[in-house]
């Protein structure tokens, strides 16, 4: 039995001035096993995010379902935290505090001390130390993402869901953001369901690539294994042949099927999106070449 | 700006603000009419003013009978009521507003009698307070209650329903008790909001505070204000407009100071 089963989950939005409702995606089904890394792609649109939302129980499935070990789950809970691209923390709380309500709504029963104890353990595993008394405001996007991910960590949830985690953390940041959130993973053993549109992101965290296609009415086309060993390292990804043949395919994926949109006209504003998308797409392999 | 110029700056505006003072006081003295065998005709003139400030101050406290006790003791009078008054209100007025501004459809259905009797000034509640009260002491304090209920009640309302919906998705996420939600997400969430609207109410209600004290008479500033102009004392009276200014300055400056400790950036 999977830890996670995304069972035939379908979307729909409610339409704006009357243009009937809008499907998101359709009949996305796939499952996660316990301590996997998976992580799905798609241009902006397809709905990812939403679904990503769907699994935390933010959302609502319009049809299908999700099941975590054997259960359905409709509501949110503390089995399956989020780490949210806008890092969502409590303005008001110092960092430390960020993590401590979490830590207090998984462990209720624990004493203030063991609390402070665990709070400082993590504090220090994302290298937050000194910095822990300071109010969001203070951080830069990557020491508020490293809250971000020990509030979550922290939990221990069954399940850790990472909603573009690193879109807003500058480049150069970003890489050791993802080695630590690497070496959480392997020491923690959780199972995570990523979403993203960085394909190198992909590539160098996932042990499986879930592929959607555009929307709306976007499906889940594909679900690529990353058989590449770890620890992987981002210098020697690049020499790696597997490397070379996931990213072409998945880049060539992408463009695809934007090309087929683009061929069947209409949705003016996704059929943007995902021209200049694809845009970018091929610029960066140019520069590959 | 380098702190230097910041300095001098505050300087131009101490002392221009000083000039501004010296001009009026003088303006005041020169337009005050000469007395006629030791009885003032029209104004009293600043520094009888001064004077009867400096006699009030040196013996705020004493209590002779029930027409003639220190501004000390009719502030205190003043102040137990805008204290039992506006903290009813407000919590009357926060717990409200969170119910409010959780609850969209409940508050639009609310929302036109709220904007009804917003306008309505405090002071017309007098009548019906005092039929249905029948105490003078306690109908004021209503009035007070009446003052600072609204713009504590609208701002919190406001405050509550623009949380992000971002903290509400963490506390959904922690499974944080309805206690918990609210004092640890909800209330510090909206808190800039509401210590806003208690700014207002507090103004509101220390403007209705001396009316009200003229209607129903005994004790207070507002009675004492009304008392020294049946007296014909309006050395008193200017005194007491100043002290009442000066009190709700204090005020307000209290709730600023609370308001800049609960604010965030985000």
């Known amino acids: ?289 | 700006m380098d702190p230097h110029a910041k300095t001098s700056e505050r300087k131009k505006v101490v002392i221009s603000s000083l000039c501004f003072l010296l001009a009026f006081v003088f303006f005041w003295q020169v337009n005050v009419k000469p007395t006629l065998g030791g009885k003032t005709e029209g104004l009293p003139s600043p520094l009888a003013v001064a004077e009867k400030a400096w006699e009030m101050l040196s013996n705020p406290f004493y209590d002779r009978g029930a027409n003639d006790k220190g501004i000390g003791v009719q502030l205190i009078y003043s102040l137990g009521r805008l204290a039992v008054g506006y903290s009813v209100a407000s919590v009357v007025a926060i717990f409200l507003g969170v119910v409010l501004g959780l609850y969209p459809t409940l508050y639009r259905s609310v929302n036109p009698y709220i904007q009804i009797l917003k306008p309505i000034s405090p002071l017309a509640w007098m009548p019906l307070f005092l039929y249905t009260i029948k105490d003078s002491g306690k109908a004021a304090v209503m009035v007070i209650f009446m003052s600072s209920l609204w713009p504590t009640l609208a701002n919190t309302a406001f405050g509550v329903s623009s949380i992000k919906r971002d903290y509400l998705n963490v506390s959904s996420l922690l499974q944080l008790s309805w206690l918990r939600r609210l004092f640890k997400v909800i209330l510090p969430a909206a808190a800039p909001a509401i210590v806003a609207g208690l700014r207002i109410s507090m103004g509101s209600a220390w403007i209705a505070i001396v009316a009200a004290e003229m209607l129903i008479g005994g004790t207070g500033i507002g009675y004492f204000v009304w008392n020294e102009w049946n007296n014909l004392q309006l050395t008193s009276v200017i005194f007491a407009i100043l002290t009442i200014g000066g009190v709700g300055v204090l005020l307000d400056v209290g709730l600023g100071r609370l308001g800049k400790n609960l604010s965030y950036a985000e």
Not at chain 1, 102 to 125: G, S
Not at chain 1, 143 to 161: H, T
Not at chain 1, 276 to 283: D, G, H, P, T
Request: hydrophobic letters at 45%; charged letters at 25%; glycine letters at 8%.
């Open chain 1, 1 to 289: 039995m999977p830890l996670l089963e995304i069972d035939h989950v379908t979307k729909y939005f409610a339409g704006t001035d009357g243009s009937g409702d809008l499907c998101v995606f359709k009949n996305v089904h796939f499952n996660i096993e316990k301590g996997e890394f998976v992580t799905m792609v798609g241009h902006s649109g397809c709905g990812k995010s939403t679904l990503l939302n769907i699994i935390a129980g933010l959302e609502t499935a319009t049809k299908g379902g999700i099941i975590l070990e054997g259960k359905e789950v409709t509501d949110a809970g503390l089995d399956r935290m989020v780490v949210f691209q806008n890092f969502s923390l409590m303005p008001w709380m110092t960092a430390y505090e960020n993590i401590r309500i979490a830590v207090k709504a998984a462990y209720p029963k624990w004493d203030r001390k063991h609390i402070a104890e665990y709070v400082q353990q993590y504090i220090d595993m994302v290298g937050l130390t000194g910095a822990e008394h300071k109010r969001p405001a203070a951080l830069s996007g990557g020491m508020r993402q490293r809250v971000g991910l020990a509030r979550a960590f922290a939990v221990q949830p069954k399940v850790l869901l990472l909603d573009e985690p690193f879109a807003q953390i500058d480049a150069l940041t970003r890489g050791s953001i993802q080695e630590e959130l690497i070496r959480m993973w392997m020491a923690t053993g959780n199972t995570v369901f990523m979403v993203t549109h960085d394909v190198d992101e992909a590539i160098l965290l996932s042990d499986k690539i879930a592929l959607m296609t555009n929307g709306p009415e976007a499906e889940l086309a594909e679900l690529i294994e990353v058989e590449i060993p770890r620890p992987r390292s981002r210098e020697a990804l690049i020499d790696s042949p597997v490397y070379t043949r996931i990213r072409r395919h998945v880049i060539n994926f992408l463009l695809e099927r934007s090309r087929k949109v683009q061929e069947q006209g209409g949705m003016a504003e996704s059929h943007q999106r995902s021209v200049s998308a694809s845009k970018a797409a091929l610029i960066s392999i140019e520069n590959l070449k």
